[in-house]
């Protein structure tokens, strides 16, 4: 039975101590109930969501793909979904969206393999150990192995739409800030003008790897949200001479 109580709230490693009143709520589940959101309002209405999400705050570090990008991609997945009238698995988006990066970022990347496949290799095991629905990885390893604008075109619905929304993410203003954020620190951007060669190359040829009508729909404005700021840069370094 709860007591009700008007005073300080005490904590402890195993309880909550209110007015001299033990109140039986562990810890873990007080942390749940004040930190139940990511930024944009996903619900961590899980345990396992719950540390998934720490697990990436605490390693899904990236100027370009790190957690940031998951969660825009989390957040476009469900608006494609939403525009293509497809119901998708939000437990598969999640869980994709917030770990299928971790191949690419130290200390987990290897070099001589393709991050996504990493990825997979990483987390089946860390799902598993999170209490993450396994009857539900398939979907989701097959959601990983999918998302990248080169990949074989995905045929489960979840993997089509993380497809998409990873794609957008190169695109637009946000394309332009995640691969100039880049520079001098990977193959993409070696130096501004390499830089922007690479923006210049996705501008012109990710469109192309889009399923969905919703996704093109959005990768319109952002082409011309791109095509604006090249110009506009072009102007300012006397046509790149001195970018």
């Not at 790897?209 to 300012?236: W, Y």
Request: glycine share 4%; net charge negative; aromatic share 10%.
């Amino acid at each position: 039975m709860l007591s009700i109580c008007k005073m300080r709230i005490f904590f402890s490693k195993k309880a909550i101590l209110l007015s001299g009143c033990l109140i039986p709520i562990f810890l873990s589940q007080v942390v749940m109930a004040m930190d139940d959101k990511t930024p944009t309002g996903i619900p961590l209405d899980m345990e396992w969501k719950q540390k998934v999400y720490h697990f990436a705050q605490e390693n899904v570090k990236h100027s370009a793909w790190g957690i940031a990008h998951s969660e825009r991609n989390y957040q476009m997945s469900m608006t494609l979904a939403e525009n293509e009238g497809i119901q998708v698995d939000k437990d598969i988006i999640f869980a994709t969206a917030f770990l299928h990066d971790i191949g690419a970022i130290d200390p987990y990347k290897k070099e001589e393999m393709e991050h996504s496949v990493r990825s997979v290799e990483i987390v089946e095991s860390l799902l598993a150990s999170y209490g993450f629905p396994m009857q539900k990885w398939p979907k989701v390893k097959a959601a990983i192995l999918g998302h990248m604008y080169y990949a074989d075109r995905p045929t489960v619905e979840e993997a089509i739409i993380f497809h998409d929304a990873d794609v957008l993410d190169f695109l637009g203003t946000i394309g332009i800030v995640r691969i100039v954020s880049i520079t001098e620190r990977h193959r993409w951007a070696q130096d501004l003008p390499g830089a922007f060669s690479t923006l210049y190359q996705f501008k012109n040829e990710l469109t192309h790897s889009l399923i969905t009508n919703a996704a093109k729909k959005i990768a319109e404005q952002r082409i011309v949200e791109m095509h604006e700021s090249f110009n506009q840069l072009n102007q300012e370094t006397f046509d790149g001479k001195v970018l």
